[in-house]
């Protein structure tokens, strides 16, 4: 690590490169022998100044960065240490609308399932949702599945610029009676708090539920044997299952862009991915407890099932090897051979013609 000092009559500033990340700091030692000097040449207005500035400097980062003074670190752009940066900030810097337009309090009222299914979608995408409700989320349709367990499966949305689009939800809510709207306004680059609204709503109406999945609209789901590995998890210190990434670095351009100053690290706390994670509602909610007083990434399952996660010390439960190929969906007899628990990119007719081969053509898989 190299120090240059700039030769200053105001506050004295270090800079510094540490593993690439380039940052400023106030030395403040020096500024108090800099408060001295001047002092003693009787400089009254120039230790004014540097006295003012101090104090507006270090309240500045009091507030931009979130920390609070027992975590201060007078460095420019929040770069802070990861001890802080990883622990539980006293501060409110982000919320979500606790009120719903389409609030789906009846879902669980009657009985809480074993599994909740919180379907992120989209209004366009409503032949991928009547393809999941007539398929894989019946759970006692899956052929020699003989354990009766519930399911529930909610849709969350959130509101759309165009009236169409609220309309269309609005009425396929009052067909099915399975959706949810969140008071914000639904886009890429909200998908963190879409999220955070979903699993606040779950707190809120199904927390008795025995588990909870955050799974996107296009994922096709073996649910037999998911079930299998559902089984397995913990009740005590209960762990994120999922797709587990180690080692992943941020990117500094293009769609995933993330700053220095969202995230000032070279590499990710271990996450999982955001087709589908699963976990009991307490683990979600323990995520939740400290979500406020975070500063939000865009990037939704790096920064909820890893620097939340990390932050409320909840661990993960990675899928079992094989069972999950991101980069190729899974063809429908892996799923008859329990070879795959589930795959991405599956368009409405991709379900029907699984669905299809899992309830009638069995046989020519095996």
């Not at 106030?26 to 004014?48: Q, Y």
Request: aromatic fraction near 14%; charged fraction near 20%; hydrophobic fraction near 40%.
């Amino acid at each position: 690590m190299q120090s240059v000092f700039f030769p200053l009559s105001s506050p004295r500033l270090r800079y510094s490169q540490v593993n690439g990340i380039k940052t400023i700091k106030l030395d403040f030692p020096m500024i108090v022998a800099e408060m001295k000097r001047l002092h003693r040449k009787c400089c009254w207005f120039a230790t004014i100044q540097l006295i003012s500035i101090t104090v507006v400097i270090k309240v500045f980062y009091y507030y931009a960065c979130g920390i609070g003074f027992e975590n201060f670190q007078p460095v420019l752009f929040c770069s802070i240490p990861e001890k802080v940066y990883y622990s539980p900030r006293p501060r409110v810097v982000n919320t979500w609308n606790e009120n719903f337009l389409i609030s789906g309090q009846n879902i669980c009222r009657d009985s809480q399932p074993y599994l909740l299914l919180l379907f992120l979608s989209i209004p366009k995408s409503g032949d991928k949702r009547a393809a999941i409700r007539k398929t894989w989320t019946r759970v006692n349709e899956w052929p020699d599945f003989k354990v009766k367990i519930a399911i529930k499966t909610v849709f969350l949305f959130g509101k759309y610029a165009d009236e169409r689009e609220n309309d269309l939800i609005v009425k396929e809510n009052d067909k099915y009676g399975d959706v949810i709207v969140g008071n914000f306004v639904d886009s890429y680059r909200n998908l963190t708090l879409k999220v955070l609204t979903g699993l606040y709503w779950v707190r809120r109406y199904c927390a008795g539920a025995k588990f909870v999945a955050k799974i996107d609209d296009d994922t096709f789901v073996n649910m037999p044997l998911l079930y299998k590995h559902l089984e397995t998890i913990p009740q005590l210190n209960s762990p994120i299952f999922g797709y587990l990434i180690t080692n992943s670095t941020p990117e500094r351009n293009g769609k995933y862009y993330i700053s220095y100053n969202a995230y000032p690290f070279n590499t990710y706390p271990p996450y999982t991915t955001g087709n589908m994670y699963i976990a009991r509602p307490e683990t979600f909610s323990a995520i939740l407890d400290v979500a406020k007083n975070q500063p939000w990434l865009d990037m939704e399952d790096v920064f909820i099932t890893g620097i939340l996660a990390k932050i409320a010390n909840v661990s993960h439960l990675a899928y079992p090897s094989g069972m999950y190929f991101p980069r190729k969906q899974a063809a429908s007899c892996e799923f008859v051979k329990n070879t795959k628990l589930f795959s991405k990119d599956y368009s409405a007719k991709d379900v029907r013609n699984a669905w299809k081969i899992i309830t009638e053509g069995r046989n020519k898989c095996l």
